[in-house]
């Protein structure tokens, strides 16, 4: 039984070895040869480089073309000359809460006086009364409505062009975050 097994392992690795005969890769070769001998190699040379001559900017004391600062007075300019109605009084003296962007503001409340609703904005720890028509904000704001809910305010801002937009905006109310214990 053992020299049965051992023949069969022999005869199978005897078939294998006959399937690598060198036959094929002489064929293979003297196909390579054949296609080597009629094949012509045309290699365009490659164009000498260009020589890199560096530009000189000479007019360094000229305006930098790139200057933020150029754009702004520019605008400035634009605006100055310009006869947009939207255009706030420049001359006008500001008002004391004029002085505060809105974003710091919070709407604390409202409150009745005589007949007319005012809203309670809170900037910092110190809390003002606003009422429509009361100026408020950087961006040349003005207190158009008080409701119990927000205060609604129209600002004038200069767009990206220079011209003058009106733009509307609430404070909305501020619910406490005290919890009573």
Not at 9 to 37: I, P, Q, T
Not at 60 to 79: S, T
Request: aromatic share 6%; hydrophobic share 40%.
């Amino acid at each position: 039984m053992m020299n049965i097994r051992h023949c069969l392992v022999l005869l199978v690795g005897a078939a294998l070895l006959a399937g690598c005969s060198e036959s094929d890769v002489a064929e293979v070769n003297s196909w390579m040869a054949d296609v080597k001998k009629d094949t012509h190699v045309n290699v365009v040379p490659l164009a000498e480089p260009k020589t890199f001559i560096p530009f000189a900017y000479g007019v360094r004391e000229q305006i930098d073309p790139f200057d933020p600062n150029k754009l702004l007075a520019e605008l400035a300019r634009a605006a100055a000359s310009g006869t947009n109605p939207l255009r706030p009084d420049a001359t006008r003296r500001r008002e004391f809460l004029e002085t505060f962007p809105v974003d710091t503001m919070k709407m604390v409340g409202t409150i009745d006086k005589a007949g007319v609703t005012y809203g309670m904005v809170q900037i910092d720890r110190a809390v003002y009364q606003v009422k429509a028509g009361t100026r408020l904000g950087q961006n040349f704001g003005v207190v158009t409505g008080v409701a119990e809910s927000a205060i609604s305010m129209k600002e004038t801002v200069q767009d990206a062009g220079g011209d003058w937009v009106e733009r509307t905006s609430k404070l909305e109310l501020q619910e406490s975050k005290e919890t009573t214990k």
